[in-house]
């Protein structure tokens, strides 16, 4: 039977007994970094999500990453709240298992390359003739057909191919690498919570189970609105730093301080950039908002942009964001990963807590992404 091996957390509160999706069990058969941290958000949702791992080293990510102790960082972060059990697939008894637990099962989430799982015996066609209610996830960096369905990759790839990294870059041109992982999450966690729960929810109407195959390429390329906006308007992309949201226009970008920390200037209407004009002290700046179509990325734009710059090197990330604290036009302050924790919005909302680990001890645990009524 599942057993319990790992995580303990706080008493879950009345709320939490009763999330939305209390009954539905879902086995997860992923690895790493997108399929778990999917699986995490339907367990925080209520689910129970049973992870199977191999009888050998398990996830990869138990030894990935910063490993304190016996178990890394990474595994702990992105499979709280999970029953664990350990099946050889390749073994017939443990195969047999395996297919006793999808009878009491609502869906079955992988993500093997493309034909896996066919070749163990327990596909898609195997299974929904075995449970036709059955949802069935595969997350794959390139999707279940096409010249890379068989290609390995990581998020990296990923948004190499959907075009990321080309625009998300420094002024030179040179890719920067973000510290979210924008394909895992976006691409694999997210866009397979929605397709799942959309499934789960079409059997619930009535309907039979279905497949549902989450290419996280597709899935980064189809969010990735801005640079599709420039091709139709003028039949090519921006420059590196110089589309609409990347620093093509001065009223949203981020500037640095006297102190080498930054401000992020979000102040996109033209209400907050005029608000904003009257913390900087130049009103004469109020009528050099971007135009849609005509100034972004252009000469005047950059001028404008470059006298932020030399304002806001005038005075440390203290003193303006005390400025712009009491000012409604979204400017503010650019904080590390530890201030945000410390920070009070992110407190209040109990996105920080801690939680215990067998092996590893004490440590920091996410609240979750979702908040129910009771």
């Not at 999330?19 to 539905?24: F, V, W, Y």
């Not at 070749?119 to 195997?126: A, D, F, S, V, Y």
């Not at 009223?251 to 080498?260: A, K, N």
């Not at 530890?338 to 109990?350: D, M």
């Amino acid at each position: 039977m599942p057993h319990n091996r790992g995580m303990t957390q706080p008493d879950p509160t009345p709320a939490e007994a009763s999330q939305p999706l209390a009954g539905i069990s879902i086995l997860d058969l992923t690895r790493l970094l997108p399929g778990p941290m999917a699986t995490m958000h339907l367990a925080d949702m209520g689910a129970t999500v049973i992870k199977i791992e191999d009888k050998g080293a398990g996830d990869y990510a138990r030894t990935m990453s910063h490993v304190k102790h016996q178990v890394s960082q990474l595994f702990i972060a992105v499979n709280r709240g999970k029953q664990f059990v350990r099946l050889d697939l390749k073994d017939g008894g443990d195969r047999e298992r395996f297919l006793a637990m999808v009878d009491a099962a609502d869906a079955v989430i992988e993500s093997f390359r493309p034909g896996v799982l066919d070749r163990l015996g327990l596909g898609w066609e195997t299974l929904k003739r075995r449970k036709p209610t059955l949802v069935m996830c595969a997350i794959t960096g390139y999707g279940q057909h096409g010249p890379l369905a068989q290609a390995a990759g990581h998020d990296i790839n990923y948004l190499g191919y959907a075009g990321v990294l080309a625009q998300t870059a420094d002024e030179n041109g040179r890719p920067v690498l973000p510290n979210l992982q924008i394909a895992d999450l976006l691409g694999g966690a997210q866009t397979a919570v929605q397709g799942i729960l959309a499934a789960l929810l079409a059997v619930k109407m009535g309907g039979p189970g279905r497949f549902v195959d989450v290419a996280m390429t597709d899935a980064v390329f189809a969010h990735h609105l801005m640079p599709l906006l420039a091709l139709n308007c003028g039949g090519r992309t921006a420059a590196p730093a110089r589309d609409f949201l990347t620093g093509g226009v001065p009223c949203y970008g981020i500037y640095r301080c006297s102190d080498g920390r930054y401000m992020a200037v979000g102040a996109l209407e033209l209400k907050f950039w005029q608000t904003c004009c009257d913390v900087l002290q130049r009103p004469d700046l109020k009528d050099r908002h971007w135009s849609i179509g005509q100034d972004i990325g252009s000469d005047d734009a950059m001028a404008v942009k470059a006298e932020l710059e030399r304002i806001f090197a005038t005075r440390t990330q203290a003193d303006w964001a005390a400025l712009f604290e009491p000012a409604d036009c979204c400017v503010t302050p650019v904080l590390d990963p530890t201030e945000a924790a410390a920070h009070p919005q992110i407190v209040e909302r109990g996105m920080v807590r801690p939680a215990s680990h067998p092996t590893e001890g004490e440590y920091l645990s996410t609240g979750p992404a979702v908040r129910f009524s009771s």
